[in-house]
């Protein structure tokens, strides 16, 4: 789901409060997501919070959802824990998450208005705060601004009808050339072709809207480029090697991915950029990252909260992005001298519109449905209409139940 690794895990939990350097100190108990560890911002609050140590746990994402469940079930969870922006709905519906909104005015760091809309939408759940954004991510298009300039795109394609266009040129060249990749595994991917062609996919009132034109015509739009040869039904080609070749001189894809093409790629240097997405309605990205929240079982509510307001200071999240690379989540860090290149600029600006998706429990079961579907498409042949109303039924059947 995040394919960030995530920073600050170091030690293993369980309490520190005998003997040593911890004696007499309060401790709280923090569950981290990843597997590589720095401890600078641990340290740091710890010196400025002398009374405080804290005890973190580093969790991999493969085991942390399950982790979680135990945790709620026997009330023994942290006092704080980084949740991937998907799981909070299923978490905050069970209970286990403490509301923060009595904390907003005394913590001016977790205000909404700090955040990108995007992330804002990830805070709340029944109308109560939930969870504070950690760090972001977003979708932008990677091209080979050489390339593309031969097509008449120095600059990339601004929108649906230029991406078709430039990617038929890109293709004519023939010869195992192809224009852009398509990671129909993805339900990131194939949301933010729906959500650029005006569809909500799943309403507020829990309704879902496969089936209508909006969504429709998106996977009409990606299948196109199946047919056509823009994008091969299946492909094995190494995504650096390709994109340095020019087989693939377009992808869409994070920010983890600039320093691969650095590191795997140094003969293309100046010869690619990033772009915001081309539009059709929106140009509309996926935005995902992580947030931390405070578990309702815990005793050391006033710590943790002021735990999780120092991580949101601009400063520690300009520390963490040095460490980890994982974007900051509140805006003013974005005017800061390490996001004036504009290959990491781009994803500022996208950021501005990139939303999550639909903030339901229900959403990864519905997701499997749709990639399945997409796949039957594409690969199988099957009719888009149809495949949709059947997507439709079975979201309908998940969000009954």
Request: charged letters at 25%; proline letters at 5%; a negative charge.
């Given at each position: 789901?995040?394919?960030?690794?995530?920073?600050?895990?170091?030690?293993?939990?369980?309490?520190?409060?005998?003997?040593?350097?911890?004696?007499?100190?309060?401790?709280?108990?923090?569950?981290?997501?990843?597997?590589?560890?720095?401890?600078?911002?641990?340290?740091?609050?710890?010196?400025?919070?002398?009374?405080?140590?804290?005890?973190?746990?580093?969790?991999?994402?493969?085991?942390?959802?399950?982790?979680?469940?135990?945790?709620?079930?026997?009330?023994?969870?942290?006092?704080?824990?980084?949740?991937?922006?998907?799981?909070?709905?299923?978490?905050?519906?069970?209970?286990?998450?403490?509301?923060?909104?009595?904390?907003?005015?005394?913590?001016?760091?977790?205000?909404?208005?700090?955040?990108?809309?995007?992330?804002?939408?990830?805070?709340?759940?029944?109308?109560?705060?939930?969870?504070?954004?950690?760090?972001v991510e977003t979708r932008v298009l990677f091209y080979r601004t050489d390339i593309?300039?031969?097509?008449?795109?120095?600059?990339?394609?601004?929108?649906?009808?230029?991406?078709?266009?430039?990617?038929?040129?890109?293709?004519?060249?023939?010869?195992?050339?192809?224009?852009?990749?398509?990671d129909a595994k993805d339900m990131n991917y194939l949301s933010m072709f729906a959500?650029?062609?005006?569809?909500?996919?799943?309403?507020?009132?829990?309704?879902?809207?496969?089936?209508?034109?909006?969504?429709?015509?998106?996977?009409?739009?990606?299948?196109?480029?199946?047919?056509?040869?823009?994008?091969?039904?299946?492909?094995?080609?190494?995504?650096?090697?390709?994109?340095?070749?020019?087989?693939?001189?377009?992808?869409?894809?994070?920010?983890?991915?600039?320093?691969?093409?650095?590191?795997?790629?140094?003969?293309?240097?100046?010869?690619?950029?990033?772009?915001?997405?081309?539009?059709?309605?929106?140009?509309?990205?996926?935005?995902?990252?992580?947030?931390?929240?405070?578990?309702?079982?815990?005793?050391?509510?006033?710590?943790?909260?002021?735990?999780?307001?120092?991580?949101?200071?601009?400063?520690?999240?300009?520390?963490?992005?040095?460490?980890?690379?994982?974007?900051?989540?509140?805006?003013?860090?974005?005017?800061?001298?390490?996001?004036?290149?504009?290959?990491?600029?781009?994803?500022?600006?996208?950021?501005?519109?990139?939303?999550?998706?639909?903030?339901?429990?229900?959403?990864?079961?519905?997701?499997?449905?749709?990639?399945?579907?997409?796949?039957?498409?594409?690969?199988?042949?099957?009719?888009?209409?149809?495949?949709?109303?059947?997507?439709?039924?079975?979201?309908?059947?998940?969000?009954?139940?």
């Amino acid at each position: 789901m995040l394919m960030f690794s995530v920073v600050l895990a170091g030690c293993s939990g369980g309490s520190e409060n005998a003997g040593g350097s911890g004696e007499g100190k309060k401790e709280l108990k923090v569950w981290l997501m990843g597997d590589e560890t720095d401890e600078t911002l641990i340290k740091q609050y710890e010196e400025d919070n002398p009374g405080v140590k804290i005890s973190v746990q580093s969790i991999p994402w493969g085991s942390a959802h399950d982790k979680l469940l135990t945790a709620v079930a026997s009330k023994s969870g942290p006092d704080v824990v980084q949740m991937g922006t998907t799981w909070i709905p299923e978490f905050a519906q069970a209970g286990a998450l403490l509301d923060l909104t009595p904390y907003l005015e005394q913590y001016p760091n977790l205000k909404p208005e700090n955040y990108f809309d995007g992330a804002v939408q990830t805070m709340s759940y029944d109308d109560k705060v939930v969870g504070i954004p950690w760090y972001v991510e977003t979708r932008v298009l990677f091209y080979r601004t050489d390339i593309l300039a031969e097509m008449g795109y120095p600059e990339g394609p601004k929108n649906w009808d230029e991406l078709k266009d430039a990617g038929e040129k890109l293709a004519a060249r023939g010869n195992g050339n192809y224009a852009i990749t398509i990671d129909a595994k993805d339900m990131n991917y194939l949301s933010m072709f729906a959500w650029q062609n005006g569809s909500v996919m799943i309403d507020e009132d829990r309704q879902p809207h496969f089936n209508e034109p909006p969504f429709v015509e998106a996977m009409e739009f990606l299948k196109s480029f199946y047919d056509t040869g823009m994008t091969p039904l299946a492909s094995d080609l190494d995504l650096f090697a390709a994109f340095k070749d020019g087989q693939f001189p377009m992808f869409i894809s994070g920010p983890w991915m600039i320093q691969g093409i650095k590191d795997k790629a140094p003969e293309i240097e100046g010869k690619w950029a990033t772009t915001v997405l081309p539009a059709k309605e929106s140009n509309t990205s996926f935005l995902g990252g992580a947030n931390m929240s405070v578990f309702n079982s815990t005793k050391n509510a006033e710590e943790a909260v002021k735990f999780i307001s120092f991580m949101s200071e601009q400063e520690s999240q300009l520390t963490n992005y040095d460490v980890s690379k994982n974007l900051p989540a509140i805006k003013s860090a974005w005017e800061d001298e390490r996001f004036q290149d504009p290959i990491f600029a781009t994803f500022g600006v996208q950021l501005e519109n990139a939303q999550p998706v639909p903030f339901i429990k229900e959403w990864d079961a519905i997701s499997q449905e749709a990639i399945g579907a997409f796949e039957r498409i594409t690969v199988g042949g099957a009719d888009i209409q149809s495949e949709m109303d059947q997507l439709n039924a079975k979201a309908t059947n998940l969000l009954s139940k």
